[in-house]
Every structure is written in C-alpha cells, then in structure tokens.
C-alpha cells in the first residue's frame, strides 16, 4: 500500500512535466542563450574596440598637430628641425625615407623569396620541405631588436670595412636586414598561392610539352598573381612599420639619398623618427604632437595596404575555390 | 604588569612604524640622459650607506626631468641645461619652487676618428661643418675624405648646449645622421675614418681623438674653468632647497664629498669643486 | 636548339630556386652564428682571479679560503710590480720629493726647540738643515746629473756631523741617498716624459690586474677588479706591451696606426724588464680557471652592465610575458570561439575578421604611442594609478599587439577540430557550451597551446611598443605591476648602442642578445614540434 502510494505519488509527477516549456522557463532559455552569446560577442568584439581606440587616441594626439601647424608644410617641406626656436616640421624627407628603404627591402627579398615559395611548393618533396619550413619560421621568430643587433654590430662594421663605405649604418643596411625580415611573411603567403593552384592547370600545361620553368612561369604564377601580390603587400607592411632595425641601422640623417639610388647614405624613417624623437620629448609640445602626426601616416598607410591585401587575399581564395 | 604590556605595545607600533617610514623613503629622480650615469653611481654609492633607502633613476631628457619636477612627478630633475623661461613659470605657478644644484661641469668635446690629422677647429670652422657648407676634410687641411657628421638627436640636452654654442640658431645640414645617445656617437666615430661628431668630455678616450675648439684643449682644468668655449654645468633640480638632513638632502650634496667627487670624475666629468 | 635552350633556362631556374634555398638558410647561419657564439663566451669562458674577487664580494659566491690562498700567490708575483713602480714614481716626482724634505726640517726644527739649547748653536743648527733642504731641492729639480751629484755629495758631506746623529734630520740623508742611488740609470731630462708614461702604465696595469691594495678602494664597483677573463687581460696585456700611435706618413692622407714597444719609453730605467716580467708571469698573477658561469642567467648587473648578468632582465621579460597573458590568453580564446563557432558571413563576424587583420598589420611602434596616450596617460590614472610608464601598461600594450596571433592560431585550432566529435557530443544531448568546454577545447588544447607559445614568444620579443610604456634600461627589480622594469628586448637595445660600458664587455652585450634568441627559439621550436605531432595526429585519425 505504501509503496503504490508512493509509486502513485512519482508518476503524476514525470506525467506532469510536459513537453513544451512554461513561459519563464523559455524566457529564460532564451536569455541565457542571448545573454551567453552577447558575452561571447562582446569579448571578441574587444578587438575592433582596440583598433578603434588606437585609431581615436593617435589621431586625438596627432589632430592638434596638424590644425596648429598645417598640413602643407608638414608634407612638402623637408625641414624637420623640431626642437628649434621656430620649429620646423617638414616631414617629407622622412616620409621618403620610410618608402626608400621599404622599396629597397622588397626589390631584395621579392625574387628570392617568389623563388624560395616556387622551391617549396613546386619542387621539393615533402620531407625537405619540412626541413626548410622551420627555418622561415626561425627567420620570423628572430626578434626584430636582435636584428637591430646585428644590423650595428656586425654588418655595419662589415659594410664599412669590406666596402669602404663612409658610414655603415645607412639604407642598404637597413634595407638588407628588412628584406630578410619580410622574406618569412611573403614567403609564406606565396607559397600557400601558388600551393592552391590546382593540378589540373598544371597537368594541362605538363601535357602540352612544357617545361617545368615555362609551367611555372607562365602558367601558375600567373594564376597565382593575386595572392603573391597580397603576399608582396603584407611584405611591405612589415617592412614599413619595423622600428627597431631602421632606427639602429639606417643612420637616420634627415635627406632624401641624391642621387635617389645611392643606398649607401642615410635616411630617417617614419618609425626610427617615433621611436628616437619619443623618449626626451616633453609631453603635450607641438613636437610631441608632430610625433604622433607621423603616426597618423604610418596608420593610415598600413591600413590602406592592408585594405588593398586583404582585397587581393580575397580574389586569390576565389579563383581557387572556382576551381 | 599592565602596565609593561602596555609599553610593549607602545615599543612594537614605535618599530612597526618607523619601519614604515623607512619603506617609505623614495626617491624618484627624473630627467637628463647625461646626467643619468652620476645619479645611476650615487645610487650605487648610497645603496651601501642607506641600504633602506628605494632610489629610482629615470633618464628621460632634460625637458621631461623639469616636467616631471613641475608636475611633483620626481623629487630631484636632473638637467643638462638650466630651467627655460616658460619651465622656470610653469613652476612657480604650481607653487614649485626650482633650485639648481650644479653638481659638475661638463665639457662638448669635438671627436674625429684617431686617423684624422687635424688637430685643432674654430667655432666658425664646427658652425660650417653641421651647416653643410664644408663637406670635406681636404678644405680644413686634411686629407681628401668626405666628412660624416654625427649629432645627437634634436630633444637631447646635449644637442641643445651644441645648437646653442655652435650654431647659433642657423639649422644643421639634412646630410647630418642622427643618433639616440652619447655612446652611440663615440662608436660611430670610433669605427668611421671621416667621421666627426660631439660627445660629452668622459667619453673622450683613446679609440677617438678629441679636437682642440679655438685652440683650447677639452681637459679638466679648461673645462672647470670655464676657458674651453663647449663646457656647460649640470644640475640637480629641486622643490625648495630641500630640508637639512632629508635623503634628498644628501643626494643633492654628495658631489660635495669626496666620494661624490670621485665618482664624478670616474664618470668622466668635471666635479665642480676642483677649479 | 631551341629545345636544348628551353632545357637549359629549365635547369637554370631550378638552380636558382635551389640557390634561395641555399641562401635563406646561409642567412639564418649567418646572423646566428656570431650572435649564439659569442653570446655563449658569457657563460662558459677562461676566468681569472679577479672574476672569482668580484663574484665574492658582490654576489657572496665562491670558496673563501681557496680565493684566499690564490690571492696570496698571485700577490706574491704581483709585489714586485707594485713596488717597482713605487719606487721609480718616487724618484722622478720631484715635488712629492721636496715637500718631504721640508716636512723633515719642519720636524727637526720643533725637535731643536724641545731640546733646549744656547740660542746660536739653535740658530746655526737651523740654518744649516735650512741650507741641505736648499740643497736636496736643487738636486730633486734639476735635470743635469752634475749639478744633482755635486748638491747631493755636498749634503752627504754632513752625514757624518754628530749633531745631526739620531735626529729627525738623518732621514734627510737617507732621502740622499736613495735618491743618489736611483737615478743612476733614469734620464733626469726625461722626468716629465716618465711621470706621463709611468700614469699610463699604471692605469693599464690597474685596468689588468686591479687597483694597487696600498691605494684607497675605488668608490665604483666597475674600478675595483682587473681583467676578469682572460681574452680581456689578454687584450689588454697587448695594450700594455705595445704602444700604438696615430702617425702622418704621406702629408694629404689619413694617419695610419704605429705600434711600438711600450717598453721603449722607459728604456734603461728599472720599470723596462717589468714589461717582460708582466708578459711571462700573467698567468700566475690572474691564475685563469675554465670557468661555467651559469649564474649569468640569475645575477643582476652593476651600472652598464659592466659586471654580472641579465637577471633582472629575465625576470621583467617573464613578468611582462605573465601580465600580458593573463589578457591575451581569455580574450583570444573566447574570441577565436566566436569566430570558429559562429557563421562566417554575419556582417559583425566580417568587421571583427577585418578588426583582427588591421590589428595584426598596424606597426608596433604605433602600439607604443596608443599605449602611452592611452594607457599610461589616460586609462591608469582614470583608476588612480600613476601617470608613469610601468609594467601594467607595458603587458596592456603588448596584449593588444599580440591578440590577433592568439586569436588565429587558436581559431585554426578550433576549426581543425573534426566536425563528428561535435555531432557526437550534440546528439548525446550536451549542450553547446558543454561540448565546447568539454570536447572541443580539450581537442584543440594543442593548436591553442601553440598559439600561445607563439604569443609569448613575441611578448618577449617586441621592443618599440615598451619604449614608452614600461622598459627601463637599468633599475631596481620591479616591487609591483606599477613599476618599470628591465627586459631583455630593450636591454639588447640599449646595451648594443645606449651604454658605453656595455661596449668595453663585448661578451655581455651578445650575452644579452642571445639569452633572448635563446629564449625566442625554445619557445618556437616547441610550437614548431608541438603542431608536427598535432598533424601527425589528425593525419592518422
């Protein structure tokens, strides 16, 4: 009797408990799910809020900058005397500098390093090919300060002695090391292009008599270009923001090299400028400011070739996926 | 028996808080790299004698030494040049009252790489050179090898002595490189055959040669007596004369000492005392 | 012919891609090699006695009585430097030599005042020592031999004189006639070349073997040891031996180095054999051991790096490494979730894939000016912190660099994950938290860990971001997160061109620089097989 009792007891209950959910319960549910999802959201979100800042906060110190002093002078003029009397902030001889040695860098590394991707991807097997990949990888690993190291230490004494250079630290210097800093990047994208191609662009050109060069010269390249273009681009970022190895080995004398393709004189660099400049300026003076302003560049310029990267990353994943 | 409990406890909050205050003495010293080394050595020195004592030295420029001394940011601004105008107001206005210590002199010497014949140049001669209007050796009576100049950055407090000596308002030549420090100047002339650069008078060693300015030897003597026409004092920046006694007291004072001089001199300046 | 060319431009293209091949791992060697190689003379090298003075009196390390008993030998040969030097200084210092005579008359006057004696015998006594006082200063100044003979036999006329016996003033004789002794074989001419030459000399020997224990301890730590290693003292033995000057050969050319034998300057004198007496016993003076100096690792430094190790260095690029992960390491990882786990074609998804790519590309110095306008001059003092640059606002600068490397290392982690072990978990009934928690992560735990070895590697390796937001180059260890602190990165900056000292100690400024390549590749070549094994493992399932 006890016992049906509670049997009785326990059944209504299971009985009881329907299906559908009461309207707290999926309420409930419901905000819990939302709620964990907009956490979620929200912490991931933190990202675009940290690029956002740093947009607001180097254009918040650099905007005044420009509204005291002008924008003509600032990229016109090539007189960059900021702790002057009457200072001068004509920023452009800098301005080129970071493109001149940026420019060197990837008329360096680009060859070799579309060769390199070509070797890994084309013509290797894939045991050597494991063997040679962490070797890009230390390449990157090497922190850009030990670079910089070795940029003063052992190449610009090198340069000076075995070539007779007036100066070791200039351009050329400068322009070695950041090639070797961006080999890894566009390196790594190249390969991972032309990897993508399909066999069956290359069967069709293997089976009409070519050979492994015209293959790959004519006919993956070429279909990869989108992609090696992205990976020439992300190079070139790389080589435009790198600090510490401009600022140690490119010299860092304010001039625009004459004649333009004599690497072995100095330049300054936008980042070298920072980064030198930063660390005995008084905070909130127009040279603190114009400090900033170069930051502004620099962002604006690593943003538009991110931009024009990712627009190239984007047509080189659909011409693959095409096929 | 109350009443020896109560002494104890009287006696433990007496060494508790004294120990406190002994945590409690800081001293946050800001401002020239030039400067940097003396304070970095007195800190050495005073680590033995008041090992309780928290020293810190932040070498930052002279500019930020007098910003951080108006914002009471620092105890002690060390600067390579005395306060500006509008530093010297800004103070006052904050209720801050800037006295200098002149700690030690320090003399701009010319440097050339040891291979460089030429021995002596004017003010006039210096003023050419970093305004880009001579551009070799051969004009100044050496051998035909173009000339690299070297100066410090613009911020630093000795670019500002050299800017105010030699230039005399007029702008250094776009060809001129620039570097971050007094070391990097001694290595890039050290290793550079037609190099010329300026560095402060204790890092004129035997791997650079030092140029007589106006016919007048950088040494101690010409330095401290205000003969070498490149020689510029350095100092201590403090809120008030600080009070007798104060750590920062003894900071302020200790180039006074012979130890302090010592060291001065062991950091290659010219300590002050010794005319 | 023309298959033969196409054959040809085949092989020579493929020899070229081979050659980048070559050449890229020829760099790496390149810049490795020196770096690793002189680096590792920072801990393993020849220690001489000095090092093994310096590291007991400044890190309390060694065995007291063994350093006790080298000493005692090495000062053994050491004497006979030291007291060379004395000697000869002594002679040619005409003024220290004066002034010793006056104080001696000085003396024996107060002296003829305490004996109480008739009134014209005082006054001949005293004018007498007045005039070999005259004497003996005439011979210590003079550079002609005759002149200094004739003044000093003149002196030692008296010598015998009762009256002078046992008094203050027989000293003065014996001054004579050391004096007289000495210079028989000095160039008196030569006494200001000498004095010059002789400062010289001391100050390498000072630099070579440490200072002279009858002089006074150095006030700086750098000044207190010789030579620590042994290819130092060697380099300076050489700086000894050889005097090298700058000469004019050619008029219109550069000067060329000269070396000659420093010895030649002192040619004749007593301190000539003592240069090959220096060259020929160094070793028993500085008593060089094979020393394993692994402490480098552990020991801070005295100012410009001058003595010791990169301790503090290590300590505040772990610190820094910690405080940066604690943010990166939740936020990369809830953020790579979203992404993997939520529909690639959300229009948010797309901004924050952008957000995380436009991170990844913005130059780090300019994350050293966001993190000084925004975290050191406005974030922390919005909470009351200090307005100064310290190692929280470092980690926040360097978290926000880092990021978007933790989050697609992680996310690649996550997708790679296999899709049926999700399936799995849904259809037992988990929910989707639950099967993420519990299936997913632990399944992608490796990639995860990949990535944030790679995050930390890169903490550790950027410097321009903490230029301005916490890196100091020499300091106290750091007491909390509101303290500057010293790390390798920067360190290996400003020991390569912001420290004059660090340059004289070539072996610690690579030190320096490869304990951080050290570090950089453990942490890489750990990811490096970590992510092997992991394709290992997903090509076997």
């Known amino acids: 009797m006890e016992y049906n009792k509670a049997q009785m007891n326990t059944e209504p209950k299971t009985d009881n408990r329907s299906l559908a959910l009461t309207a707290l319960e999926d309420f409930k549910g419901f905000a819990f799910y939302h709620l964990g999802r907009f956490s979620l959201f929200a912490v991931s979100f933190s990202t675009v809020l940290i690029v956002l800042l740093i947009f607001f906060f180097v254009i918040q110190q650099g905007l005044p900058f420009f509204k005291n002093f002008g924008i003509t002078e600032f990229f016109t003029s090539k007189q960059w005397y900021p702790e002057a009397g009457e200072p001068k902030f ?5 301005i080129v500098g970071s493109l001149y040695v940026t420019i ?29 990949k962490p070797v890009i990888e230390l390449l990157a690993a090497i922190p850009s300060v030990a670079y910089g190291f070795f940029a003063v230490l052992v190449l610009a004494p090198f340069l000076q002695t075995e070539f007779g250079l007036s100066t070791g630290t200039n351009a050329l210097n400068a322009s070695i090391i950041l090639a070797i800093m961006a080999l890894p990047t566009i390196i790594s994208v190249a390969e991972d292009s032309i990897t993508a191609i399909g066999r069956d662009l290359r069967e069709a050109s293997y089976g009409l008599g070519a050979t492994r060069f015209e293959t790959i010269f004519f006919v993956v390249i070429p279909a990869a270009h989108s992609g090696i273009i992205a990976a020439i681009v992300l190079g070139m970022m790389r080589a435009i923001g790198e600090t510490m190895v401009v600022w140690m080995a490119s010299g860092n004398a304010n001039q625009i090299p004459s004649p333009w393709w004599d690497l072995t004189q100095s330049v300054r660099t936008m980042t070298a400028t920072i980064a030198g400049d930063m660390g005995e300026t008084s905070k909130g003076s127009p040279h603190y400011q114009s400090l900033f302003a170069i930051g502004i560049i620099l962002l604006a310029m690593t943003f538009l070739l991110n931009i024009v990267s990712e627009y190239f990353l984007a047509s080189a994943g659909k011409n693959s996926r095409k096929k | 028996m109350k009443k020896n409990l109560f002494t104890m406890v009287l006696v433990l909050t007496a060494v508790w808080v004294c120990n406190l205050s002994a945590a409690e003495k800081t001293l946050q010293i800001e401002g020239s790299t030039t400067v940097g080394p003396i304070a970095d050595a007195f800190t050495e020195a005073f680590s033995q004698a008041y090992p309780d004592v928290k020293i810190t030295v932040t070498k930052n420029g002279s500019g930020n030494g007098a910003a951080a001394l108006v914002d009471s940011r620092c105890d002690i601004a060390m600067m390579s040049r005395f306060m500006k105008l509008d530093e010297f107001t800004a103070s006052v206005d904050k209720g801050i009252m800037p006295v200098a210590h002149a700690i030690a002199m320090d003399g701009i010497c010319i440097i050339v790489h040891p291979s460089n014949p030429v021995t002596e140049l004017s003010l006039a001669q210096l003023h050419d050179i970093f305004t880009g209007a001579v551009k070799n050796w051969k004009e100044l009576g050496g051998p035909d090898m173009p000339i690299v100049a070297i100066s410090r950055d613009t911020s630093s407090g000795t670019y500002e002595t050299f800017d105010h000596f030699v230039m005399r308002k007029d702008k250094m030549d776009a060809s001129i490189e620039y570097v971050s420090s007094n070391p990097q100047v001694h290595s890039r002339v050290k290793t550079t055959a037609g190099a010329i650069g300026y560095v402060g008078v204790g890092f004129l060693d035997a791997e650079v040669k030092g140029l007589k300015v106006n016919g007048i030897m950088p040494s101690k003597q010409t330095v401290a007596g205000g003969t070498y026409p490149l020689s510029r004092p350095l100092f201590l920046f403090t809120n008030g004369y600080p009070a007798l006694g104060t750590i920062s007291h003894k900071f302020c004072t200790f180039y006074l000492t012979e130890k302090g001089q ?14 | 012919m023309r298959f033969i060319i196409r054959h040809i431009t085949d092989k020579i293209f493929t020899a070229l891609t081979v050659l980048s091949v070559v050449v890229l791992v020829a760099i790496l060697a390149v810049i490795l090699t020196p770096i690793l190689w002189k680096g590792f003379s920072a801990v393993v090298f020849t220690g001489t006695i000095e090092f093994r003075k310096m590291q007991l009196d400044l890190f ?8 006790n008993k080298e000493n005692a030998r090495s000062q053994l040969y050491r004497k006979k430097i030291y007291d060379t030097i004395d000697r000869f200084k002594q002679n040619i210092d005409a003024e220290t030599l004066c002034d010793k005579a006056a104080q001696i008359c000085r003396t024996f006057g107060k002296e003829l005042q305490r004996k109480n004696m008739p009134g014209a015998e005082y006054q001949q006594l005293r004018s007498l020592s007045r005039e070999i006082r005259d004497k003996l200063q005439i011979a210590f100044n003079s550079s002609n031999k005759k002149i200094v003979d004739e003044n000093i036999k003149d002196v030692l006329k008296y010598k015998t004189d009762i009256r002078f016996k046992d008094t203050s003033a027989a000293e003065l004789f014996a001054i004579a006639e050391n004096f007289a002794a000495d210079i028989k074989n000095i160039d008196l001419a030569k006494r200001q070349e000498y004095a010059y030459a002789l400062k010289e000399f001391e100050n390498i020997t000072v630099k070579l073997l440490g200072y002279n224990p009858s002089t006074p301890v150095p006030a700086l730590k750098m000044n207190r040891y010789g030579a620590t290693r042994l290819n130092i003292a060697k380099k300076i033995l050489n700086q000894l031996l050889l005097l090298e000057k700058w000469e004019q050969t050619s008029p219109g050319k550069p000067m060329v180095k000269i070396s000659t034998p420093r010895a030649r300057l002192f040619a004749g004198t007593e301190i000539e054999p003592l240069f090959d007496y220096i060259r020929d016993n160094i070793d028993e003076m500085l008593i060089p051991k094979r020393t394993f100096y692994w402490q480098y690792l552990i020991d801070s430094s005295t100012p410009g790096h001058y003595f010791g190790g990169v301790g503090p260095e290590i300590l505040g690029t772990l610190l820094l490494t910690l405080a940066s992960m604690v943010f990166i390491f939740p936020i990369g990882i809830i953020s790579a979730a979203y992404l993997a786990e939520c529909p690639s074609d959300n229009f948010i998804i797309k901004i924050i894939r952008m957000a995380i790519n436009t ?8 994350f050293g000016l966001f993190g000084l306008a925004f975290f050191v001059l406005y974030l922390v003092p919005l909470f009351g912190g200090p307005s100064k640059p310290c190692i929280l606002t470092a980690a926040l600068t360097l978290a926000a660099l880092t990021l978007p490397v933790m989050i697609r290392a992680s996310e690649e982690a996550i997708r790679s994950v296999p899709q049926s072990y999700k399936e799995a978990s849904l259809g037992l009934g988990a929910g989707k938290l639950r099967t993420f928690i519990c299936v997913i992560l632990p399944a992608a735990l490796p990639g995860i860990l990949t990535g944030i070895i790679l995050s930390i590697s890169r903490v550790a390796g950027e410097t321009a971001p903490i230029l301005f937001t ?8 750091p007491k909390n997160a509101f303290d500057p602190t010293c790390t390798l990165s920067y360190g290996s900056y400003d020991i390569a061109v912001g420290d004059r000292l660090a340059s004289l100690v070539p072996h ?8 951080l390549i050290t570090l950089v590749f453990c942490l890489n070549i750990a990811a490096i097989i970590m992510r092997a094994k992991i394709s290992r493992k997903l090509k076997g399932q």
């Not at chain 1, 004509?90 to 800098?94: C, E, H, P, Q, T």
């Not at chain 3, 309390?60 to 350093?67: K, V």
Request: zero cysteines.
């Open chain 1, 90 to 94: 004509g920023a452009l001889s800098i």
């Open chain 1, 104 to 132: 060197a860098a990837l008329i360096l590394s680009v060859p070799m390093a579309i060769l390199t991707a070509v070797f890994l991807s084309e013509i290797v097997s894939h045991k050597i090919r494991n063997l040679v």
């Open chain 2, 262 to 275: 010592e060291i001065i001199e062991a950091k290659g300046f010219v300590p002050v005392t010794k005319y």
């Open chain 3, 60 to 67: 309390n390390r060694g065995d007291i009585d063994e350093l």
């Open chain 3, 359 to 366: 991170l990844a590309g913005v130059p780090s110095i300019v």
């Open chain 3, 470 to 477: 916490g890196a100091i180059a020499f300091g106290p260890m």
């Open chain 3, 508 to 515: 610690n400024q690579y030190g320096m620089v490869a304990t």
